[in-house]
């Protein structure tokens, strides 16, 4: 079994900031193979398709990013704890939806969900202006 459980969403005005952490567990998640992992984040607002935020490679040494989010998003990993995180500043009112955590095993930090196996069940960020 494999549960990845996102947290600290909430609502923020715009320009603000959150930080969204996903611990994994599970027997797919033992300490050594969660850094094995590529976690990802995604995130999908009302009407609109899931579409990629960032991901990070089981060394944290490569990270991705979406345009959209570039300069104002950092993801980052701590596998000693079985938890990505990602800090969100400047947040905007187009940021605004159900942020996801992902993982894939290997070294790819791809851009596309289907790449991914693993998925939690979201933590919903919103942001006012």
């Known amino acids: 079994q494999v549960l990845l459980v996102e947290s600290g969403g909430g609502l923020v005005q715009a320009g603000g900031s959150l930080r969204l952490s996903c611990a994994a567990s599970?027997?797919?998640?033992?300490?050594?193979?969660?850094?094995?992992?590529?976690m990802g984040w995604f995130r999908q607002a009302p009407g609109k398709e899931r579409e990629f935020a960032a991901a990070?490679?089981?060394?944290?040494?490569?990270?991705n990013y979406a345009d959209s989010v570039k300069g104002r998003f950092t993801i980052s990993r701590d596998n000693a704890k079985n938890t990505v995180y990602l800090q969100m500043n400047s947040l905007k009112p187009e940021d605004t939806a159900v942020y996801y955590c992902?993982?894939?095993?290997?070294?790819?930090?791809?851009?596309?969900?289907?790449?991914?196996?693993?998925w939690g069940q979201g933590t919903q960020v919103t942001v006012s202006s």
């Open positions: 990070i490679i089981w060394s944290g040494g490569t990270t």
């Open positions: 599970g027997r797919t998640f033992s300490i050594r193979t969660f850094s094995m992992h590529t």
């Open positions: 992902a993982a894939r095993s290997g070294s790819a930090a791809t851009m596309v969900a289907t790449g991914y196996a693993y």
